[in-house]
């Protein structure tokens, strides 16, 4: 039979033998990526305001940002607004939580005043940061003031996810009230070391019981004096060297 059956059969063929192969490349990609085998893209340079990683399942685990970008507080891969003003790194444990990072920024206006500083911390599971390693300079009309401390805290077990959820959307006075009302029957968190140098000059290493209170000093003030001091439970010296 002659016309354009023929015509139709090759075509119909060819586009047949196509899909075909489109479909054996597809697979073989797909291999290569369950085995590792997916060759990486190379860059000399690029240039970008943000980038995620993620698991192959899209879980977050890394997020590397501009100060405009850098994400909210996320909890198993949900995220609530929270105010950050820095550049930096966070990161996320397997389950799309944020569990620490890296934070960093600075300036000083023209009248002088300012602060610049660097955070690095990693928090407990489902709460706030409990080992943090933090440097900076406040800039004042009184000069300079340098920081630069590692600080140990001990989170209470509930998840920090409840007090987010509390205070989401509230400024000002009903903030402040939605944050007292919530400490009224939740444990606070304590701090128990401070080592290094604090804005007010002095260097040395504070000790404070479980419960917040600082018990042992060791430091020297900004005029080179050194001492030693034993407090008890209210803040009081009861040893002091020299």
């Known amino acids: 039979m002659k016309g354009p059956v023929p015509s139709l059969l090759l075509a119909a063929a060819s586009g047949a033998v196509a899909a075909l ?12 990526k369950r085995h590792g085998q997916e060759k990486p893209v ?21 997020v590397i ?30 389950e799309g939580t944020e569990n620490g990072g890296l934070i960093f920024g600075g300036q000083r206006g023209a009248d002088g005043q300012g602060k610049h500083g660097l955070h690095l911390s990693f928090d407990r599971y489902e709460q706030d940061q409990t080992i943090f390693l933090s440097s900076g300079e406040l ?37 402040e009230q939605a944050v007292k009302g919530f400490f009224q029957n939740h444990e ?11 804005a007010d000059q002095t260097v040395g290493l504070r ?13 020297v003030d900004p005029q080179g004096t050194p001492v030693l001091q034993f407090l008890d439970e209210a803040g009081r010296t009861v040893k002091q060297l020299p």
């Open 139 to 175: 800039f004042t009309g009184d000069g300079v003031r340098q920081y630069r401390t590692l600080n140990i805290v001990d989170r209470p077990e509930w998840p920090i996810k409840e007090l987010v959820e509390v205070t989401q959307g509230k400024q000002g006075e009903e903030l």
């Open 188 to 198: 606070e968190a304590q701090p128990r070391l401070l080592l290094g140098k604090k």
């Open 207 to 219: 000790l404070f019981d479980p419960q917040g209170r600082p018990r042992l000093v060791l430091q």
């Open 42 to 62: 190379q860059f000399g340079e690029i240039d970008v305001q943000r980038i995620n990683v993620r698991e192959a399942d899209s879980t977050l685990r890394l």
């Open 65 to 94: 940002s501009n100060r405009g970008r850098l994400p909210g507080a996320y909890n198993r891969g949900r995220e609530y607004a929270h105010l950050r003003e820095q550049a930096g790194l966070l990161f996320f444990n397997d």
């Open 21 to 32: 192969l489109t479909w054996n490349l597809l697979q073989k990609s797909q291999r290569k």
